[in-house]
């Protein structure tokens, strides 16, 4: 349950071996390089801040980025939740040929993008055009008159609550010579052209103001609105080709897709070098570099260094140091599998311990319990499997993949002994026959609820035990045997004193712990009263405290009914109908909903038992990840072969 060791680095090379060393230091991928702290010694404090090309690889990573979000929406890639990523070999990947293709091609990707984007701009320009001038296509009289010499023309709109007639009479009362043309109508506006002579134009304003006049702005167009909208259907025809075109040269780029990625990921390690190349001090000759590194792998390092010509220490860090120490969590293939549960809540201090080794056992054992059905777990171990073995990803969804075969393992073990396969879908199907099927149960939740109740308060009594056994040791670690005696050795003698008595063979143990924890508690008053004040309210706490997280773990017991219950419902409903196709479909919708809403809440409900329950009891945390610097990939895996 140990945390991994580490080292402090300082070093000191050969300024142009700079980028060897970082190069290097990738490719071994042990070495966290941190900023030089501040320091009084006059030699570090000359020392500068070293440079580098980053803000140069930050261009073009932004360029290659914007050209594959281009290619993607002309050519979307097929992707799901089954889809490896791209595989290129080491040479491919760190080939700087390739990445000089990879920025030419996304140079005429952005470049096509431009072309596009400014052929859209201009296509919805002409709809507009379109759009506002199509309610007008009738108008007889060219967009640009609104005067002749003898007469004026009033062309705009009035809202459609508006009586065209009732206005057209009422502008022939002001103007007898005038005209007015109802152009078109529409759900919100009417269009209408007024020709009245000129000496009437004032008048006939004021009438049309009354209707809510309001006039049309056809801006710099000239010609009438139907040539104007010949002019732009055709403007849009030969855009429309034009846009084509490029779109589909564009998408004929796709299969270079694969270039860009790994353009964009070996731009990415780039940047990290550069990034910590700008963490290092310098001189004219010499370059400055902290670090850490795990110390199972310093023989790695200094085997490394010696071949570089190096100078550097290694030393253990300081215990003031701990919260500054990055965390690398010692596991294996199977507890490794929990660095997601842990991550989620937050990784330990360096002081701390690794609680992967605890979590993963009950994690799924309360999983497994709340799940409880032998068909669903089996569904989770699938999911899993096809997760680590097909798509075979990186970081939390592998985790993920891990969790769910364990989990799913742990449902199948608790469905079998509950006799849950889809709920009680076997036997509801063979009753539909009239055939009568039971399942071999060992517990029966439904008549003996009590027995699964009282074996989820012991294994969550046994869970707390685990995490002050925890406390104890890290305490007795540290050198604290006696706060180790006191705030954990009274704890487990109180609870054997209630034991004992409850068994009915003796209340003294309880008496005698009562009077030890009273002690142990306050022995940090100075007073008497203190001491005993202080005591009994830390037995009150521990009483009230400890009762209330064992009866939390009786949700272990409230969701594996929760979730048989509702499977045996719907198989019920489904078989009301007499009918099997009518009993598939809604077994189908019913299970898939009771899976998904178990997953949610039994996922939620095993990890609150750990963090709250378990870790309460003995987690530091606050721990920050150790981010070596290394070769990592968003797009594409790197594989180990020759091109």
Request: charged share 20%; with cysteine; glycine share 8%.
């Amino acid at each position: 349950m140990s945390i991994v060791k580490m080292k402090k680095l300082q070093l000191f090379a050969i300024r142009s071996q700079k980028e060897e060393l970082l190069n290097e230091l990738m490719m071994l991928g042990c070495v966290e390089v941190t900023e030089v702290p501040a320091s009084d010694d006059s030699d570090v404090a000359s020392l500068r801040h070293e440079t580098s090309l980053l803000p140069d690889y930050r261009t073009q990573h932004t360029q290659l980025t914007r050209a594959l979000t281009a290619l993607n929406r002309y050519a979307p890639e097929k992707s799901g939740l089954f889809t490896r990523r791209a595989a290129v070999s080491r040479k491919s990947f760190f080939s700087e040929e390739g990445l000089d293709s990879s920025s030419a091609l996304a140079n005429e990707l952005v470049s096509l993008d431009g072309e596009i984007c400014g052929l859209t701009s201009m296509e919805t320009k002409q709809s507009e055009t379109v759009s506002s001038l199509t309610p007008w296509k009738d108008l007889a009289s060219p967009l640009e008159m609104t005067h002749t010499r003898t007469c004026s023309v009033l062309n705009g709109t009035i809202p459609a609550a508006a009586d065209p007639e009732q206005l057209r009479k009422a502008v022939a009362e002001v103007s007898a010579a005038s005209e007015t043309t109802l152009v078109s109508s529409g759900a919100e506006v009417h269009c209408l052209s007024v020709v009245c002579i000129r000496e009437d134009e004032e008048a006939v304003e004021h009438v049309l103001r009354k209707f809510g006049f309001t006039y049309a702005d056809f801006g710099q167009l000239t010609g009438t609105a139907a040539d104007n909208i010949a002019a732009a259907e055709a403007q849009l025809k030969l855009i429309g080709e034009q846009k084509s075109e490029l779109v589909e040269k564009a998408s004929s780029l796709s299969k270079r897709r694969t270039e860009l990625k790994t353009g964009i990921d070996y731009l990415g390690t780039k940047m990290a070098r550069a990034e910590a190349a700008e963490k290092l001090l310098r001189t004219d000759s010499v370059v400055l570099l902290n670090g850490w590194v795990p110390a199972p792998r310093v023989k790695e390092l200094e085997e490394l260094l010696t071949r570089l010509g190096c100078a550097w220490e290694l030393t253990d860090p300081l215990p003031e140091e701990a919260a500054s120490v990055p965390i690398c969590l010692k596991d294996n293939a199977i507890t490794r599998q929990a660095n997601m549960i842990t991550e989620m809540y937050s990784l330990p201090s360096y002081n701390g311990v690794d609680p992967n080794p605890f979590i993963m056992p009950f994690f799924c054992l309360f999983f497994g319990i709340m799940f409880a059905d032998l068909a669903y777990g089996l569904i989770l171990l699938i999911i899993g499997l096809v997760i680590k073995l097909k798509i075979k990803p990186q970081g939390t969804l592998n985790y993920a993949g891990g969790m769910l075969i364990a989990c799913g393992i742990m449902s199948m073990v608790f469905g079998a002994i509950t006799g849950n396969f889809f709920g009680d879908a076997i036997p509801v199907i063979a009753n539909m026959y009239g055939k009568t099927v039971k399942l071999p149960t060992l517990i029966d939740i439904f008549e003996n609820p009590m027995v699964v109740l009282i074996g989820s308060l012991v294994i969550g009594f046994i869970h707390i035990m685990v995490g002050l056994a925890i406390k104890a040791v890290m305490l007795i670690r540290e050198g604290m045997w006696f706060d180790a005696l006191c705030d954990v050795g009274s704890i487990w003698l109180l609870f054997i004193g209630i034991a004992l008595g409850a068994l009915g063979k003796t209340w003294i143990v309880a008496i005698v712990a009562v009077v030890l924890f009273i002690i142990a508690q306050g022995r940090n008053s100075k007073s008497i009263g203190g001491k005993i004040g202080s005591g009994l309210w830390e037995l009150y706490n521990t009483a009230t405290g400890y009762f209330g997280d064992i009866l939390s773990y009786s949700r272990l017991m409230a969701l594996m009914l929760a979730g048989s219950v509702i499977a045996s419902v719907f198989n019920t409903l489904g078989a009301m109908g007499g009918n099997i196709v009518f009993f598939i479909v809604l077994f189908i919708i019913g299970h898939a909903l009771n899976m998904a809403l178990n997953i949610i809440g039994t996922f939620v409900h095993t990890s609150r038992l750990q963090y709250l329950e378990f870790f309460g009891k003995f987690y530091r945390d606050g721990g920050k990840p150790f981010e070596p610097l290394t070769v990592t990939t968003n797009n594409v895996d790197i594989i180990n072969k020759e091109d």
